[in-house]
């Protein structure tokens, strides 16, 4: 069964810049694989990349409520991802579209890290964490 892992938390804790920066990781391990932008934005984006480790993988950093991410997990899930990434609110809408995938997928929710500063290296080592967990 594919995987969806929500990074969960409150609004401004990082968890966009987190899956920006895991796409930017995923990006140069795997530079041979296909994107398409859903949404390509410098703040937020939503991307199926092909060629992941031979996988799948849909990334939206929107998790906010009355975002895209009601549009963009059917949408990941109607391109097959094996595996999605996104963001999302710890309590409300965010986790019912989420939870609503669950039973096409095995759903993960992922606690954002928070820390008063060095919030890039943080992100950084929070993007690292999800691909661990993810196999890629």
Excluded at 28 to 44: C, E, F, R, V, W
Excluded at 57 to 73: F, H, M
Excluded at 80 to 100: E, H, L, N, P, Q
Excluded at 106 to 133: D, E, K, Y
Aim: charged share 10%; aromatic share 6%.
């Amino acid at each position: 069964m594919p995987h969806l892992f929500a990074l969960q938390g409150p609004g401004n804790c990082g968890k966009s810049d987190t899956l920006i920066r895991l796409f930017h990781a995923l990006q140069t391990k795997y530079p041979s694989a296909t994107i398409q932008a859903l949404h390509n934005g410098t703040k937020d984006i939503a991307v199926i990349m092909r060629g992941v480790n031979g996988l799948v993988v849909g990334i939206e950093s929107q998790g906010d409520p009355n975002s895209r991410l009601q549009q963009s997990l059917p949408a990941f899930a109607a391109a097959k991802c094996d595996i999605i990434f996104c963001a999302c609110r710890t309590s409300g809408m965010t986790v019912g579209w989420v939870s609503a995938l669950s039973a096409a997928y095995n759903i993960h929710f992922v606690a954002q890290t928070v820390v008063a500063n060095n919030h890039g290296a943080t992100n950084a080592a929070s993007a690292a964490s999800l691909m661990q967990r993810a196999g890629i």
